[in-house]
C-alpha cells in the first residue's frame, strides 16, 4: 500500500462538530488529550486491532508480524512508565507490513528512528529501557484507554487535533 493511502481527507475537529448525535449516543467517541505525537503519518485512521499487555512486547511484535492492511493497533500497556513497548525496530516492521499506525497507553523508544518511519505513531511518552519478553498479554480484547472502552474492528481517526473512535467507518 503507498503511504498517500493512509493521509487524512478528514480532519477531526470537523467531524466532531457535524456528529453530535453519534458523539452524544457514544458511537463515536474522543480519547482524552494524553498521547504524544510521533512517526510521519501526524494523520492516520483505520480498523482497530486490540492487544493488552504489561510491560511485556512479545505479542506486539507477533501482531506486527501480520499483515496490517491499513488497519490500527491500539495497545493497552496499563500506563506503565518504566519501559516501552515499541521501539525503532517494530516500528520500521509496522511501516513494511502495511500498518496505518499505532496508538500505545504506556511509552516508546528509539524516537528518532520512529519518526522517520511511514506510519502515525501515538503513546503516553519516550522511555529508552526495553521491556519484558515473556510473551504475556491478550490480544483482540475490549480495552480500556484514555477515558474509552475500545473494540477490535472499530475505527480510530487521528490528526494533530486529537484522536477518535467509531463504532463505524465513518463516510467522510
Ligand atoms: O524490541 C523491543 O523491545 C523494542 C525495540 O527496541 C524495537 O522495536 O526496536
Known sequence: MRLEQYMASYATAEVCDTNAAILANGDLRILQPVFQIYGQCRAFSGPIVTLKVFEDNVLVRELLETKGEGRVLVIDGG?????ALVGGNLG???QNMGWAGI?????IRDVDEINSCGIGV????SHP??????GIGEKHIPIYVA?????EGEWLYADSDGILISKMELSI
Not at 501515538?122 to 511518552?125: D, F, G, I, K
Request: glycine share 10%; net charge positive; proline share 0%.
Open 92 to 94: 520500521q516492521l509496522a
Open 147 to 151: 477515558g474509552s472502552l475500545i473494540q
Open 103 to 107: 496508538v500505545v497507553n504506556g511509552c
Open 122 to 125: 501515538r503513546a503516553l511518552a
Open 79 to 83: 500506563g506503565s512508565m518504566r519501559c
Open 129 to 134: 529501557q526495553k521491556s519484558n519478553k515473556k
